[in-house]
C-alpha cells in the first residue's frame, strides 16, 4: 500500500466532516473505503473505525471528489499541495 501524502491537520479535517454527516453518508463513505479490500476496518460497539493515515493516498482521493461527499473541507491550497 502506498503512503498518503496528507498531513495530520488534513486527516482530521476528513475525519471531523465525515463524523458530522449523516448516517447515510457516513455509510456511503464506508462504501468508498472498503471498494479496495486493503483497507482495515476495526468495528466495536461504538462504531466502525478506520485509520485514514494508513489508507491509500487514491482512496484518500476518491473522498475528496466523491458525489456523496462533495468536496470535503480542505482549503484549494492543501489541494494543490496534495495533488502537486
Known amino acids: 500500500m502506498s503512503k498518503n501524502s496528507f498531513n495530520c ?3 482530521n479535517q476528513i475525519r471531523e ?3 458530522s454527516m449523516t448516517k447515510f453518508n ?5 462504501r468508498i473505503l ?3 479490500n486493503k483497507t482495515t476496518i476495526n468495528e466495536n460497539k461504538y462504531g ?3 485509520n485514514l493515515s494508513e489508507l491509500d493516498g487514491e482512496i484518500l ?3 475528496l ?5 462533495g468536496p470535503l473541507a480542505l482549503s484549494w ?3 494543490l499541495a496534495i495533488h502537486a
Open 9 to 11: 491537520v488534513q486527516l
Open 17 to 19: 466532516q465525515i463524523e
Open 26 to 30: 457516513q455509510i456511503e463513505i464506508l
Open 34 to 36: 472498503t471498494k479496495n
Open 48 to 50: 466502525i473505525h478506520i
Open 61 to 63: 482521493n476518491d473522498l
Open 65 to 69: 471528489v466523491s458525489e456523496v461527499t
Open 77 to 79: 491550497d492543501d489541494y
